[in-house]
């Protein structure tokens, strides 16, 4: 067995208690104080993520935009320099590759940060594509430390530790500037739903910046609160709402598909379409106490099998489950009935907005 890789963190994450799990090969803090106080840290205050394991691929040379264009579903021509754009990489079959992050220096320039699960995976992708693009390809992931500070309070505690007027830094977009005096990217994105900042340095100096923004009162938070927080965000995780057997249409994402730009898997998108979602990314509520987990049943009131169950949570302030749902399309319709198999029982459930989250942003 592989020995699991670790951030430049690990040791902090000793010293705060830390739980430690296996993610994607990488040995991560899966909680600390506890999921829901963590939760509820970020959604009230500030909280603190290690997010090293993720991957970092630069290109760069004159056919940069270009290139990039045909990798994803964006318009990359409609992003201008300092600003970043969400979006996708797919396969000719229209199944997603991964999401990611575009960051635009300017037009000979990029970087591309990928789930830490598919760096390897994106990386060779990228690579198997470029044909006689004058692009230069590099992963630069092992070279960087990266932490999300996300919350109400995020820019308040930021702003202690830099001279860079952070107001003045827009949603999705970002710069270079010093934090704790140390050369870093930072980023005014997140994964929680919340106002917040991601955080890019040598692997050195991220240790040194970690500290400082958890002795500023930022909590530090896990693995398990990050991905109840992008759930209740309606926010995709790769390997359950979006993967290579899922489209971006199905996935509720059309919104980030440009189908008047050329890319990898358009034309399978088009023919979706025209054709018609067979099925559809939805929200779920249980009309009574249990828990829905990833890949549980979903029947409708006939009982025959209409989808899945992606991701499943009891969250923080509600009384019962909700859950993120891949079913028919007939059946995907708000206020519609359905039941879900949990473990041999069925329970009753009803179609939700997918977005659980109650915020006025």
Same mark, same amino acid.
């Given at each position: 067995?592989?020995?699991?890789?670790?951030?430049?963190?690990?040791?902090?994450?000793?010293?705060?208690?830390?739980?430690?799990?296996?993610?994607?090969?990488?040995?991560?803090?899966?909680?600390?104080?506890?999921?829901?106080?963590?939760?509820?840290?970020?959604?009230?205050?500030?909280?603190?993520?290690?997010?090293?394991?993720?991957?970092?691929?630069?290109?760069?040379?004159?056919?940069?935009?270009?290139?990039?264009?045909?990798?994803?579903?964006?318009?990359?021509?409609?992003?201008?320099?300092?600003?970043?754009?969400?979006?996708?990489?797919?396969?000719?079959?229209?199944?997603?590759?991964?999401?990611?992050?575009?960051?635009?220096?300017?037009?000979?320039?990029?970087?591309?940060?990928?789930?830490?699960?598919?760096?390897?995976?994106?990386?060779?992708?990228?690579?198997?594509?470029?044909?006689?693009?004058?692009?230069?390809?590099?992963?630069? +992931?092992? #070279? @960087?430390?990266?932490?999300? %500070?996300?919350?109400?309070?995020? $820019?308040?505690? =930021?702003?202690?530790? !830099?001279? &860079?007027?952070?107001? +003045?830094? #827009? @949603?999705?977009?970002?710069? %270079?500037?010093?934090?704790?005096? $140390?050369?870093? =990217?930072?980023?005014? !994105?997140? &994964?929680?739903?919340?106002?917040?900042?991601?955080?890019?340095?040598?692997?050195?100096?991220?240790?040194?910046?970690?500290?400082?923004?958890?002795?500023?009162?930022?909590?530090?938070?896990?693995?398990?609160?990050?991905?109840?927080?992008?759930?209740?965000?309606?926010?995709?995780?790769?390997?359950?709402?979006?993967?290579?057997?899922?489209?971006?249409?199905?996935?509720?994402?059309?919104?980030?598909?440009?189908?008047?730009?050329?890319?990898?898997?358009?034309?399978?998108?088009?023919?979706?379409?025209?054709?018609?979602?067979?099925?559809?990314?939805?929200?779920?509520?249980?009309?009574?106490k249990g828990i829905c987990r990833h890949g549980y049943p979903v029947f409708n009131l006939e009982e025959i099998e209409i989808g899945v169950?992606?991701?499943?949570?009891?969250?923080?302030?509600?009384?019962?489950?909700?859950?993120?749902?891949?079913?028919?399309?007939?059946?995907?319709?708000?206020?519609?009935?359905?039941?879900?198999?949990?473990?041999?029982?069925?329970?009753?459930?009803?179609?939700?907005?997918?977005?659980?989250?109650?915020?006025?942003?």
């Amino acid at each position: 067995m592989a020995e699991l890789k670790r951030t430049p963190l690990y040791d902090e994450h000793l010293t705060l208690g830390a739980k430690m799990v296996d993610f994607a090969g990488w040995e991560m803090p899966i909680e600390y104080s506890g999921i829901t106080n963590e939760h509820l840290s970020v959604r009230n205050n500030c909280g603190l993520f290690d997010v090293s394991h993720m991957g970092e691929i630069f290109i760069s040379g004159p056919d940069s935009e270009a290139y990039i264009q045909k990798l994803v579903t964006g318009d990359v021509t409609k992003i201008v320099d300092n600003q970043i754009m969400y979006t996708m990489m797919c396969y000719e079959h229209g199944g997603i590759v991964d999401d990611l992050l575009v960051y635009k220096f300017n037009q000979e320039n990029y970087l591309l940060v990928v789930n830490a699960s598919n760096t390897l995976k994106d990386y060779e992708w990228i690579v198997k594509h470029c044909d006689d693009y004058r692009v230069v390809i590099q992963d630069k +992931s092992v #070279k @960087y430390g990266q932490v999300a %500070l996300q919350g109400p309070n995020a $820019e308040k505690i =930021l702003q202690q530790f !830099t001279t &860079y007027e952070l107001s +003045s830094l #827009k @949603y999705f977009y970002f710069d %270079l500037f010093k934090v704790c005096d $140390e050369d870093c =990217l930072v980023s005014r !994105t997140g &994964y929680t739903g919340e106002d917040g900042f991601e955080i890019y340095s040598s692997r050195e100096s991220i240790v040194k910046i970690w500290r400082a923004l958890i002795n500023a009162g930022a909590l530090p938070v896990g693995l398990g609160a990050r991905d109840t927080l992008r759930f209740e965000a309606g926010m995709p995780l790769y390997g359950n709402e979006i993967s290579e057997s899922i489209s971006p249409l199905e996935a509720g994402l059309g919104y980030f598909v440009k189908l008047d730009t050329d890319f990898i898997g358009k034309e399978a998108l088009l023919k979706q379409k025209e054709e018609g979602l067979k099925r559809k990314l939805v929200g779920l509520e249980l009309q009574r106490k249990g828990i829905c987990r990833h890949g549980y049943p979903v029947f409708n009131l006939e009982e025959i099998e209409i989808g899945v169950i992606t991701t499943g949570y009891l969250l923080p302030e509600r009384e019962l489950c909700v859950a993120l749902a891949l079913i028919n399309s007939e059946e995907a319709v708000l206020g519609n009935d359905v039941l879900v198999n949990i473990r041999n029982k069925l329970f009753e459930a009803k179609v939700i907005n997918k977005k659980f989250l109650n915020k006025n942003k």
